[in-house]
C-alpha cells in the first residue's frame, strides 16, 4: 500500500482503483467546521529552520490537538462531585 492508501498492482504497473481506500470524513456544519479549524490553527506553527509541507504541518497539529482533548475528556471524566465542590486550596 502506498502513503495514499492505495493498494499498487505489480503485473499491472498502475495503481487499482477500486482498491483506494476511502477515507471516511464526518459530515459538519459550518459552525463545527470553523471549530474544529479555530482549534487545530492553535497548533499549527510553521518553522522556517524546520522545513515540511503544509500537510505535514497540518497533521502534527491535528495530533497534537486530539492529543489535547483527549486528555481534557478524561480529565472531566474522572472528575467527582466532592472534586467539583471542593473550595481551591
Not at 21 to 40: D, F, H, P, S, V
Not at 41 to 56: C, E, F, I, V
Request: charged content about 25%.
Amino acid at each position: 500500500m502506498n502513503p495514499k492508501g492505495q493498494y499498487h498492482c505489480p503485473e499491472w504497473e498502475v495503481v487499482c482503483p477500486f482498491f483506494i481506500k476511502e477515507e471516511t470524513t464526518m459530515e459538519m456544519n459550518q459552525y463545527e467546521l470553523a471549530n474544529a479549524k479555530r482549534l487545530i490553527d492553535g497548533y499549527y506553527l510553521t518553522s522556517p529552520s524546520k522545513p515540511g509541507t503544509n500537510a505535514d504541518e497540518f497533521e502534527r497539529a491535528k495530533r497534537e490537538c486530539v492529543s489535547i482533548l483527549e486528555k481534557q475528556l478524561n480529565n472531566v471524566k474522572s472528575l467527582s462531585v466532592n472534586q467539583f465542590f471542593a473550595k481551591p486550596k
